[in-house]
């Protein structure tokens, strides 16, 4: 009886493992998909409203998902204060669940939020398409990821069941 107790507390471990691994990498794709079309909707704002930076990205957290929203936020308060909102972007995408890649992408874009208007569209619509990009990439990739996490955390969980028998 003993046995059977482990052998379930086991299995809802793995259970538990494979779903952790499975939210993060849906959670990843939703922010990179967010943060792709936030860059866009930013760059046409600029260009076509000339919208000043702390009501524009006051405007674009509405409706965010909770990581772009905190990310615009932590931005935007900067902004408010009259502080360097390029160092404040690239502190705030440190707290975004990306990969390196991703990372790099998005503070690449933060340093182009100082110049003209040209630097600062180009700059967004160019960051907008690589994380697009790279979040096709993950979508391509998707069920491969979630196949390889459900065959791990089974698998480890089955291991352990039968060393525990």
């Known amino acids: ?49 000339r919208t000043p930076l702390p009501l524009l990205l006051d405007r674009l ?24 909102v390029t160092l404040a972007w690239q502190e705030a995408s440190g707290g975004l669940p990306l990969e ?15 110049g003209d208007e040209a630097h600062i569209c180009q700059g967004l619509m160019l960051a907008s398409a690589r994380l697009s990009q790279s979040a096709e990439e993950k979508r391509r990739r998707k069920p491969e990821r979630e196949r390889r996490a459900t065959a791990l955390s089974f698998s480890a969980a089955a291991l352990l069941v039968i060393l525990l028998i």
């Open 1 to 49: 009886m003993l046995k059977l107790l482990g052998s379930i507390c086991i299995f809802g471990g793995g259970i538990l493992v494979w779903w952790v691994q499975v939210a993060d990498c849906r959670r990843e794709l939703d922010t990179l998909t967010e943060l792709a079309s936030l860059l866009g909707h930013m760059a046409e704002e600029i260009r076509m409203t």
């Open 61 to 84: 957290k509405q409706g965010r998902t909770t990581a772009a929203a905190n990310f615009l936020e932590k931005v935007s308060a900067t902004a408010r204060r009259g502080d360097s």
């Open 100 to 114: 390196d890649e991703e990372m790099a992408v998005l503070r690449e874009a933060g340093t182009c939020l100082t």
